[in-house]
């Protein structure tokens, strides 16, 4: 690849990760056809069916969707520097719009309208996690053991003060074993 | 205040490692770290989330950039954000570099299928919270034994608004597919008329 046309590459990672930060609300699921429109049909960065494989795979390691979807284009498309400038790109719109907010936000609230609004959008919020659950719960739990294991963790969330980090550790190893037993007996 | 950096830094990182599933998975997670770390309380962390589904980006860097300006100004954010972020740039880059078939293989399958499940778990152990917080009057910090001093006086704390607003929105999502954007502005309008009666 010659300096130049990389140079011009990296601009446009930038440039085009920055306006899918801009413009994704809610982020997750919702970004997807978003970040396939601009990376597939517009700029040809990825073949169609690569894009399906990227998405996969930027889901079952750590983060979210839409940054480690443009750590991974950006590295595709430009190597390491790709990289870089395309997770900078993405995080840059909600880094400075949550700044602004976060400094003006206990002001904001301290007038009693707003009070009342945040009284109101928490149970919002309550509704859109229930919402979520139910959704993801189809795709994520797929047998009695599957079962078991939410219903432990959400047990033990709830009445301990025990690390999710470490309720994701034991249930990655309580995968790992159930898979490897399930294998060993051929069921 | 290079302590708070580090620590900024470090428990972000934590937080980044450990978001599996993206998005709502890793509400719980957030939550007890930064409340346990006093920088932010809980109910802060709710509004948060309302926040981060009206603006731009993922809650999980919405989230550190938040506690990061509340606790170190915009260096703080940023150390946080970048702390929020670094683990998956690793992990990403090291799977672009060397496997396309990463999601192919055998073990990260085998512990997929043991922490899909988990975090549905999660989710839900944090939407019992956040409804909890939401739907009592009594001050909550979460999921810890608080629960039973409010079910015990459930009578007197109960908080029926929230309660109307929370099947209102349920009815919205489920029926109407309404965009949670528009959600969180109904609920807030709600908020406003109830609450002022």
Redesign the interface.
């Known amino acids: 690849m010659k300096a130049k046309d990389r140079k011009a590459k990296v601009i446009k990672l930038f440039l085009v990760f920055f306006r899918i930060?801009?413009?994704?609300?809610?982020?997750?699921?919702a970004m997807i056809p978003f970040i396939k429109r601009e990376i597939v049909d517009n700029n040809h960065w990825i073949e169609e069916e690569?894009i399906v494989?990227?998405f996969?795979?930027?889901?079952?390691?750590?983060?979210?969707?839409?940054?480690?979807s443009a750590?991974?284009v950006g590295?595709?498309v430009a190597g390491?520097l790709g990289?870089v400038v395309s997770?900078l790109g993405v995080?840059l719109?909600?880094?400075v719009?949550?700044?602004i907010?976060?400094?003006f936000?206990s002001t904001f609230?301290s007038i009693p309208?707003v009070a009342?609004?945040?009284?109101?959008?928490?149970?919002?919020?309550?509704?859109?996690?229930?919402?979520?659950?139910l959704n993801?719960?189809k795709?994520?739990?797929k047998d009695a053991?599957?079962?078991?294991?939410?219903?432990?963790?959400?047990i033990i969330?709830?009445?301990t003060?025990i690390?999710?980090?470490y309720?994701?550790l034991?249930?990655?190893?309580?995968?790992?074993i159930?898979?490897?037993v399930r294998r060993k007996k051929g069921w | 205040m290079h302590k708070l950096f580090i620590d900024l830094l470090v428990t972000f990182f934590k937080i980044g490692l450990f978001t599996i599933g993206g998005g709502y998975a890793m509400i719980p997670l957030i939550q007890q770290e930064i409340v346990d770390h006093g920088w932010m309380t809980f109910k802060e962390t709710v509004d948060m989330i309302a926040i981060s589904e009206m603006t731009p980006g993922p809650f999980a860097i919405n989230s550190a950039t938040f506690a990061g300006v509340k606790t170190g100004g915009i260096l703080g954010a940023a150390f946080a954000t970048l702390g929020v972020v670094l683990p998956s740039f690793i992990i990403v880059v090291l799977v672009a570099k060397y496997s396309t078939r990463f999601k192919d293989e055998p073990v990260v399958q085998s512990a997929l299928y043991g922490l899909r499940p988990a975090v549905i778990g999660l989710i839900a152990a944090s939407a019992f919270s956040i409804a909890t917080a939401s739907f009592f009057t009594l001050p909550v910090n979460g999921g810890t034994f608080q629960m039973f001093e409010i079910f015990r006086d459930i009578g007197k704390t109960v908080n029926f608004k929230s309660i109307f607003i929370f099947i209102v929105a349920m009815t919205a999502i489920i029926k109407y597919k309404v965009h949670p954007i528009l959600l969180i502005i109904l609920s807030g309008v709600l908020g406003i008329i109830l609450y002022a009666i």
Do not use: H
């Open positions: 930060g801009a413009f994704t609300f809610g982020g997750g699921l690569d494989d990227i996969a795979i930027v889901q079952s390691v750590p983060g979210v969707i839409a940054v480690n750590i991974f590295y595709r390491l990289s997770a995080v719109p909600s880094f719009i949550i700044a907010i976060a400094m936000f609230k309208v009342n609004a945040f009284e109101g959008i928490s149970a919002g919020v309550t509704a859109l996690i229930v919402s979520a659950l993801l719960r795709a994520s739990i053991y599957g079962w078991l294991i939410a219903a432990c963790v959400f969330m709830t009445v003060d690390s999710a980090v309720l994701l034991a249930s990655a190893i309580l995968g790992l159930i898979s490897y």
